[in-house]
Nanobody
Framework: QVQLVESGGGLVQAGGSLRLSCDAS????????MGWYRQPPGKQRELVAA???????NYADSVKGRFTISRDNAKKTVALQMNSLKPEDTAVYYC??????????WGQGIQVTVSS
């Protein structure tokens, strides 16, 4: 099993920044894609950003140019730098990783609230 622990969420004013981090531990053979999803109030969970083991990234159109995803393979961490935050970025953010056996694991979620 893989355990994911997220940190860095909170309350910020519009235009501000937050940095989310996710630490993976447990029985990890190799982590392939690592990413962040979010679930706004009353809406479905959606992909925010993902990064492959080779460093290729993918972003939701709504966050392109504002958010940056990065990972440290040695430390088994993935981070999401969020700048120019908007009230519509308010959501519970979830860390997600897929290992070499194509198993997906989720963090417990962390709240990000952007006030206008």
């Amino acid at each position: 099993q893989v355990q994911l622990v997220e940190s860095g969420g909170g309350l910020v004013q519009a235009g501000g920044s937050l940095r989310l981090s996710c630490d993976a531990s447990g029985s990890i053979f190799r982590l392939n894609t690592m990413g962040w999803y979010r679930q706004p109030p009353g809406k479905q969970r959606e992909l925010v950003a993902a990064i492959t083991s080779g460093g290729s990234t993918n972003y939701a159109d709504s966050v392109k140019g504002r958010f940056t995803i990065s990972r440290d393979n040695a430390k088994k961490t993935v981070a999401l730098q969020m700048n120019s935050l908007k009230p519509e970025d308010t959501a519970v953010y979830y860390c997600n990783v897929v290992d070499a056996m194509n198993r997906a694991f989720w963090g417990q979620g962390i709240q990000v609230t952007v006030s206008s």
